[in-house]
């Protein structure tokens, strides 16, 4: 039990950081007047419970499942510098959002809710035309997927900046969302963020047996008894899913479904079994503690949360290139 609690302790620091640090700090008295609604009706309880809370779930979501489908990437693909975005998921979105921006849209909820629609519609969209274009003769072979993710992801990247060059009135608001970060406010981001989550992450977790397995490799696996094919395919669906989800609020965040499931197998070992609950616990904590960082670098401005995780995330990148290349733990 000892790393799930000290999982849960960071997070639990993550979060009631998150909740007190902003363009107005909200001491520990107040914080927990707010909380536990002794401050009903107060300027703190306002701030707290309409725009500060609301946030800070979204983040800790959004962490959750960059994570824990990164964890499920690295395991499909045994390979440590895999990440959520390898087959196409934030080069697809990013389209289906700024095809989105291009268009005026009524500011009622559907307006509003566009362009994450069409980011979470084109990355899904995506991740089929990558998933059909890699199989060959009833199989999916992971070099296939890679391949077929890059050709998909090249093509998505070159369409969203000729878009953006040819709309330069969104540029900006486009950027922004391709830099990460929330995209829209209150509960009802939270809310529908949650059953995606809940059905995807839940799966990943059922299957965690089935990434250890194929660790040994697709023959062996079969051998084990083992329906590779379905497994594969149950854990690309949940895995874009859930990633899928988070970019289409979110933008697009790097490096944290790469770093947290290193950091996980570093320290608690590779059983996904543990990996994988421990690193969707520790995306929320981690994904929290950035845009804490993102919130006071530059304050009473906010830096874009890509930008944040990109800069902590590259030294690392480069530290987990080098420990492959070695041999380290794979």
């Known amino acids: 039990m000892r790393p799930y609690a000290l999982t849960l302790l960071l997070l639990c620091l993550a979060l009631l950081l998150s909740a007190a640090i902003g363009s107005v700090f909200i001491p520990p ?3 927990w007047a707010a909380l536990s609604g002794q401050d009903a009706g107060g300027a703190f309880h306002t701030i707290l419970w309409d725009i500060r809370l609301p946030r800070t779930l979204l983040i800790a979501l959004v962490g959750a499942a960059l994570a824990g489908s990164g964890a499920a990437y690295q395991g499909l693909f045994r390979n440590p510098l895999a990440d959520p975005y390898l087959i196409g998921v934030a080069s697809g979105a990013g389209l289906g959002a700024v095809l989105a921006m291009s268009v005026r849209w009524p500011y009622d909820f559907w307006g509003l809710l566009a362009v994450p629609l069409a980011a979470f519609g084109a990355g899904l969209l995506t991740v089929t035309l990558v998933y059909t274009f890699a199989q060959s003769g009833g199989s999916v072979p992971t070099t296939n997927l890679i391949l077929s993710g890059v050709a998909v992801s090249s093509f998505a990247t070159a369409l969203t900046s000729f878009l953006m060059l040819r709309s330069s009135g969104e540029m900006r608001r486009a950027l922004g969302w391709l830099l990460g970060g929330v995209s829209l406010g209150g509960w ?20 965690s047996h089935a990434l250890n397995l194929l660790q040994f490799g697709d023959e062996q696996a079969a051998q084990l008894g083992l329906n590779t094919r379905r497994a594969k395919l149950m854990i690309i669906v949940a895995a874009s899913l859930v990633t899928a989800a988070a970019v289409s609020f979110a933008g697009i965040i790097g490096f944290v479904g790469l770093i947290v499931p290193h950091i996980t197998r570093f320290w608690w070992g590779a059983d996904y079994r543990r990996v994988l609950p421990l690193s969707i616990l520790g995306g929320a904590a981690i994904l929290l503690l950035a845009d804490v960082l993102s919130r006071i670098i530059i304050a009473p401005q906010e830096l874009p949360l890509g930008i944040v995780t990109a800069l902590a995330g590259a030294p690392f990148f480069v530290w987990v290139l080098r420990r492959a290349k070695i041999g380290g733990l794979w």
């Open 188 to 207: 009802n981001a939270v809310w529908a963020l949650i059953p995606f989550l809940l059905v995807g992450l839940t799966t990943l977790i059922l299957n």
């Open 29 to 31: 008295a107040d914080l």
